[in-house]
């Protein structure tokens, strides 16, 4: 019997002690959530002020991650496709697919290319769709042709640009907004 009572006792401690802890446990995760529901609101609107100001200065890249070719079905890309404009200079680097009116002779590559191109870029924000909406021309390093690029930047960081060029098919891509240190 000392035995039984013994055993009951030691089993007693033994669930009290697992109980409190875990009790203590539950009671600082909930705090943990809280502190970390406000730690993520603050990354977020540190996150939104980087990107007003990148906007605002016209500093970005934009890795593209979707294509968009005219009459035909989205592709998603991993190909490190990218829009850069930083200090009112372009880099692009873009695929294109679709149909163009003028032929091309040689080995002419198809793609959207400028290098250290100077831009005029006309900005202005939007308060409604809560986005920077950007508009630009530029010369395309590989055909000679000119295209006008549109863009819209969200206050998340996506981003939607259009590109559209006489003797071409418009063509869009989506992305993400990556900031310039």
């Not at 294109?96 to 959207?112: L, V």
């Not at 920077?132 to 998340?156: A, G, P």
């Not at 939607?160 to 063509?171: K, Y």
Request: hydrophobic share 35%.
């Amino acid at each position: 019997m000392k035995r039984f009572l013994l055993l009951v006792c030691l089993l007693t401690s033994f669930l009290s002690a697992q109980v409190c802890p875990s009790y203590a446990q539950e009671q600082s995760v909930k705090m943990s959530r809280a502190e970390k529901k406000a730690l993520k609101k603050q990354k977020e609107q540190e996150e939104r002020l980087i990107i007003e100001n990148a906007c605002k200065s016209c500093n970005f890249t934009i890795v593209i991650s979707r294509i968009y070719p005219s009459g035909l079905n989205a592709i998603n890309t991993t190909d490190g496709y990218t829009l850069k404009i930083e200090n009112g200079v372009l880099d692009v680097h873009a695929p294109y697919m679709g149909s163009a009116t003028s032929a091309m002779f040689g080995e002419q590559r198809q793609g959207i290319e400028a290098s250290a191109q100077k831009v005029n870029v006309i900005q202005e924000y939007y308060e409604k769709n809560e986005s920077w909406l950007y508009q630009f021309n530029f010369i395309n390093d590989n055909s000679k042709e000119r295209w006008t690029c549109t863009m819209e930047i969200f206050d998340n960081g996506n981003a939607n640009i259009q590109m559209e060029c006489n003797s071409r098919d418009m063509i869009k891509y989506s992305g993400d907004l990556e900031f310039l240190k």
